[in-house]
């Protein structure tokens, strides 16, 4: 089946340490993007990629680093300098073609410190 | 920068009923808005997306409407159901067609 995949579903971060999350799609989808969502907030834009080898920074990117070096694939890892990262991060991607397509969500990962 | 509005946060009915979810958007230059569905620990899942030329866009027993000019969107979800019980989001396209604003929310809860 067609989709997205996110890895691991739980991810649990030392002080001081930087991790990686994981998003790969199958949709052969252009665009892809990194969401934050907190509890009783809506989610907040990191990173989003249009095209292999180009990224541009969402609203709250501080602390955050991504690569597009393959279209099926966006890693999203979370700094040293990012000082509240527990949070829950979902990965999306975009239809080719027109903008006009909806945008498809994976599973998440849950991040937390440890 | 656009600022998305959800009422209710929260929402609870008996099975059923029709209910409306709200949506407004402080910015009416937008290009398109998503409803989306998202259960507990999960993923969000896309159930309508409105283009800003269309006017509303139904999906079996849900309805999605969208004005422009007074900055509103509303999802309509006729005889709810307990299976209906989710987070609703709404999501505003901005005009570079790519990033999506989101509002927080609304916690719906279906009783039998």
């Known amino acids: 089946d067609g989709g997205i995949t996110q890895s691991p579903k739980y991810l649990f971060r030392k002080e001081g340490q930087n991790v990686t999350l994981s998003c790969e799609q199958n949709?052969?989808?252009?665009?892809m993007y990194w969401y934050r969502q907190d509890p009783g907030q809506g989610l907040r834009l990191i990173y989003y990629?249009?095209?292999?080898?180009?990224?541009q920074k969402g609203d709250i990117a501080e602390g955050y680093s991504v690569s597009r070096e393959k279209k099926e694939s966006f890693p999203l890892t979370v700094t040293s300098a990012q000082k509240n990262p527990t949070a829950f991060y979902l990965c999306?991607?975009?239809?080719?073609?027109?903008?006009?397509?909806?945008?498809?969500f994976g599973d998440g990962t849950r991040l937390s410190i440890l | 920068k656009q600022e998305v509005t959800q009422i209710p946060a929260a929402l609870s009915v008996p099975e059923g009923e029709n209910l409306v979810l709200n949506c407004s958007f402080t910015?009416?230059?937008?290009?398109?808005l998503q409803w989306f569905r998202q259960d507990p620990g999960k993923g969000l899942t896309s159930l309508l997306l409105?283009?800003?030329?269309?006017r509303e866009q139904t999906s079996g027993r849900l309805n999605a409407s969208l004005d422009k000019s007074s900055g509103r969107s509303t999802l309509y979800i006729a005889a709810s159901q307990p299976g209906d019980s989710a987070t609703y989001l709404c999501?505003?396209?901005?005009?570079?067609?790519?990033?999506?604003?989101f509002g927080k929310g609304t916690s719906l809860l279906v009783t039998p």
């Open positions: 999501a505003v396209g901005d005009n570079s067609g790519y990033a999506l604003n």
């Open positions: 999306a991607s975009r239809g080719p073609g027109p903008t006009n397509q909806p945008q498809h």
């Open positions: 990629s249009q095209i292999v080898n180009d990224f």
């Open positions: 910015d009416s230059a937008i290009y398109n």
């Open positions: 409105i283009q800003s030329s269309q």
């Open positions: 949709l052969n989808h252009d665009a």
